[in-house]
């Protein structure tokens, strides 16, 4: 056999089989669902704020006008 069909045969180093995949895959998991958590959380919080707009001095106003 000539050395460029046995390329295939040696075993890739610093790769153990089935160890660190899955863990990255959790991992990754629990990133993605801390990060819709605070999206959802985020939303929740600006659907409950009840902003005031203030004149120039400082009085609430009762109409917006847009110009």
Sequence with gaps: MSASSEWN?????GR???SSAPALLYF???VFA???GI???CFIISK??????????GHPVT???HH
């Design 48 to 57: 409950r704020a009840n902003p005031v707009f203030l004149d120039s001095q």
């Design 63 to 65: 109409h917006v006008s």
């Design 9 to 13: 045969t040696f075993p890739l180093k």
């Design 34 to 36: 801390i990060f819709i």
């Design 39 to 41: 999206l959802i959380f």
């Design 28 to 30: 990754l998991a629990l």
């Design 16 to 18: 153990r089989e089935g």
